[in-house]
């Protein structure tokens, strides 16, 4: 994994210029655990709470739900025992942000860790990592280490524990994750109740993305409004993964607003084959396309939804123009259909169907009225799934069919000038990288 310098002055979450050092002692150089001590003395959780919410941090984990939202319900609810979950599974195809932050600032995700639990009178915490991250799981436990040994960070009434969790997919879906963490089969829980009221081992659970946590030690070291005022649209930041079709791949800290074109072209310098960029998904596998022609798009949740894509957890995925769309959408469909748990029969059915259909498009099989059926499958699954995955593949199917109907009308006509082989769709479901596609047992 390349460690790249960001392109910005001032860094929430990175600051190469200061130290390349994981360890406890440079992290304490830089002012670490400072924040955390200080509220740590404050008995009002209320003011903290509000102090997130002026941030305007959301979830990193792609739901980009209100931080403060969650934190506050989790407050609300009452009990002796709470805990709070850093989910640090990132099982998103192509994400590399999570295990980027607990491989190389270790201290910064435990001191946000440690700030969430005291805003939300949590005592117990719960990691839960990649089994397949080996070096972020060696560099978070040496952390772990120091920091129990070390007197002068006082966090007596909060454990801190490790789990190692599988690579399979939906044990990214949190209540799937807080049964692997139980032992059990991950698979995703009906809700209600929900995890705040009732999640690990029966126990109010708040679950909070890596990067999540990662935010809060500069947000109450450096003030709500230093944070927002990193982003361009007074929103902070954000860390984004761009993969290796790009010049300057790798994992960056990008002000929030900066436009799609500047990230693409600034950021990572264009494609290493030197061709044009056809089109853009901002939030992994599952975000609408865009086109060239929205490129001017700010990097932002809600700026995205407009344009009928999303931000995710912030996977840059860039298109050639040599690339055949079609391929590459029956590749992500061919991804949902296999990692889905088989749990919710409307799903097994949508995914499945889905992926039919554009394997039976890439073979020159049917006439256009074949994909009339999209929007038919889509409608006989929408809100009938436990959890999200039943959604997934909407929006890039969507989006694909809107900009590039004339690619599966060549596919269709044994036409297409993009691929090699006719008829033969051979890729599908190799393009997806990042994740295991195993259903749990």
Same mark, same amino acid.
């Given at each position: 994994m390349r460690k790249l310098t960001p392109l910005t002055s001032v860094h929430a979450l990175f600051d190469w210029s200061k130290s390349h050092d994981p360890s406890l002692a440079a992290y304490r150089l830089l002012g670490g655990y400072q924040a955390f001590n200080d509220i740590r003395k404050k008995t009002s959780l209320e003011p903290l709470l509000d102090q997130i919410e002026q941030s305007m941090l959301t979830g990193k984990g792609g739901a980009n739900f209100p931080t403060h939202r969650k934190m506050r319900l989790m407050l609300a609810q009452g009990g002796d025992r709470k805990i709070l979950v850093v989910n640090g599974s990132e099982h998103e195809p192509g994400s590399l942000k999570d295990r980027y932050l607990i491989e190389n600032v270790p201290h910064k995700v435990l001191e946000g860790a440690l700030i %969430?639990?005291?805003?939300?009178?949590?005592n117990e915490i719960?990691? %839960? @990592?990649?089994? #397949?991250s080996s070096d972020a799981v060696t560099s978070f436990r040496n952390a772990l280490q120091e920091l129990l040994s070390n007197p002068d960070i006082d966090f007596s009434g909060i454990s801190i524990t490790v789990q190692t969790v599988p690579e399979i997919y939906i044990v990214g879906e949190e209540t799937a994750l807080l049964e692997t963490l139980e032992g059990k089969t991950p698979l995703p829980r009906s809700k209600p109740p929900f995890p705040i009221q009732e999640g690990l081992h029966g126990l109010p659970t708040l679950v909070q993305n890596v990067e999540t946590v990662a935010h809060l030690p500069f947000i109450f070291s450096a003030g709500a409004a230093s944070y927002r005022a990193l982003g361009r649209n007074g929103n902070g930041v954000t860390l984004c993964t761009l993969g290796k079709e790009f010049i300057?791949?790798?994992? !960056?800290?990008?002000?929030?607003?900066?436009?799609? /074109?500047? *990230?693409? !072209?600034?950021? #990572?310098? #264009?494609?290493?084959?030197?061709? %044009?960029?056809?089109?853009?998904?901002?939030?992994?596998p599952s975000s609408g396309f865009l086109s060239s022609s929205d490129f001017d798009a700010p990097l932002d949740a809600k700026a995205l939804g407009q344009y009928g894509s999303a931000l995710g957890c912030a996977v840059i995925r860039a298109y050639s123009v040599n $690339?055949? =769309?079609?391929?590459?959408?029956? $590749? @992500? =469909?061919?991804?949902? %259909?296999?990692?889905? +748990?088989?749990? +919710?029969?409307?799903?097994r059915m949508?995914?499945? =169907?889905? &992926?039919?259909i554009v394997k039976q498009v890439l073979a020159g099989k049917g006439t256009p009225k074949?994909? &009339?059926?999209v929007e038919d499958v889509i409608k006989l699954a929408t809100g009938q799934g436990i959890c999200s995955l039943i959604g997934m593949p909407v929006a890039p199917i969507r989006t694909g069919l809107c900009l590039f109907y004339d690619e599966f009308l060549a596919h269709l006509e044994n036409r297409c000038t993009c691929c090699t082989t /006719?008829? $033969?769709?051979?890729? *599908? #479901?190799?393009?997806?990288?990042?994740?295991?596609? &195993?259903r749990p047992a």
């Open positions: %969430a639990a005291h805003a939300v009178k949590a719960v990691v %839960a @990592i990649n089994e #397949g300057n791949p790798g994992v !960056y800290e990008i002000p929030l607003g900066t436009s799609i /074109r500047e *990230v693409l !072209y600034e950021w #990572g310098r #264009g494609l290493q084959n030197g061709t %044009a960029i056809k089109c853009v998904q901002p939030g992994g $690339e055949c =769309m079609v391929q590459r959408i029956g $590749e @992500i =469909m061919h991804f949902f %259909a296999e990692t889905s +748990c088989g749990q +919710c029969p409307r799903c949508e995914t499945n =169907m889905l &992926d039919t074949l994909l &009339d059926k /006719r008829n $033969e769709p051979q890729r *599908v #479901g190799q393009g997806i990288e990042g994740s295991q596609h &195993d």
